[in-house]
C-alpha cells in the first residue's frame, strides 16, 4: 500500500484546521485545542499538525502566543491583509473606525442577542470589574477586548464580526494604550456596563449611544493631549 506522501498530509490537516475556523466550531479570539489534543483528533504527527498550524499562522488565520497557546486570528485570508494594514494606522483612526463598527454591533446586538449572549456579556464583564478591584491591569485590558468581540458577535453579523475581527490586534493595542495613558478615562468610565444594561434591555437606541459615548470618551481624551499614535 503507498505511503500518503507528507505534502498531502499537511494539506489534509491545513484543510480540517480551516475547516474548524471558518465553520465557527473554534470562534474568533478563542483558543484552539491543544497539540495533544489535535494529534489525537486528527490522527496525524506532531510534525505534521505543526507545519499546518505554522500554514495558518502565516495565512493570518491562527497567532501563537508564547506560554499561552495559539487562537483563532481570523477566519478569511483577507483579515491578515486588514490586519498588517491598520497595524500602521494612527490610533486615533482606529479609534474613529471602531466607534462606527462597535456602536452598529451593539444596536444589532440589542435586537438579536439571545440568552447565550447576555450571560456571556455579564460574565466578561464581571472578570473585567473584578480584575479592577484587585488591581490585575492585564487582565482588565484582556477582558476588555473580549467584550467588545462578544457585542459584536451578539450582533449576528458575519461581516461586521469579520471586518472587527481584523482589527482586534489594534483593538488591544489601543485598549493597553488607554491603561497607560488615560487610566483614569479607561478604567473609571462605566461605558460597557451601560453598553450591557442597553442590550440586556433590548434598547437598540440606547445601546448605540452608549456604545458611541463610551469610545468618544477615549478618543477626545486622546485628542485634547495630542496622543494619537
Keep these: ?23 465557527g466550531e473554534w470562534p474568533m479570539g478563542s483558543k484552539i485545542p491543544t ?13 505534521t499538525l505543526r507545519q499546518a498550524v505554522q500554514a495558518l499562522v502565516y495565512v493570518g488565520l491562527l ?6 497557546g495559539t487562537f483563532v486570528r481570523g477566519t478569511h485570508e483577507v483579515d491578515a491583509v486588514l490586519t498588517r494594514y491598520l497595524a500602521e494606522a ?5 479609534l474613529q473606525t471602531r466607534r462606527g463598527l462597535e456602536v452598529e454591533a451593539a444596536g444589532l446586538a440589542a435586537e438579536h442577542r439571545t440568552r447565550t449572549d447576555l450571560d456571556r456579556l455579564a460574565a466578561v464583564h464581571e472578570r473585567q470589574m473584578a480584575a479592577l478591584r484587585d488591581g490585575r491591569g492585564e487582565e482588565f485590558n484582556r477582558a476588555a477586548v473580549e467584550f467588545h468581540l ?3 458577535e451578539a450582533a449576528g453579523n458575519p461581516v461586521l464580526a469579520r471586518l472587527y475581527g481584523s482589527m482586534l490586534d489594534s483593538v488591544r493595542a489601543s485598549v493597553r494604550l488607554g491603561g497607560a495613558r488615560q487610566p483614569r478615562e479607561h478604567h473609571e468610565d462605566p ?17 448605540r449611544d452608549a456604545a458611541a459615548e463610551h469610545v468618544t470618551t477615549f478618543l477626545t481624551a486622546l485628542s485634547a493631549r495630542g496622543n494619537t499614535r
Design 35 to 47: 497539540e495533544d489534543e489535535l494529534v489525537e483528533r486528527l490522527q496525524v504527527s506532531r510534525s
Design 63 to 68: 497567532e501563537t502566543a508564547q506560554g499561552r
Design 191 to 207: 461605558g460597557h456596563a451601560r453598553v450591557l444594561k442597553a442590550i440586556g434591555d433590548g434598547d437598540p437606541q440606547a445601546a
Design 1 to 23: 500500500m503507498r505511503a500518503v506522501p507528507r505534502s498531502a498530509l499537511v494539506e489534509g490537516t491545513i484543510e480540517r484546521l480551516r475547516s474548524a475556523i471558518v465553520s
Design 90 to 94: 494612527e490610533l486615533v483612526h482606529v
Design 150 to 152: 462578544a457585542v459584536v
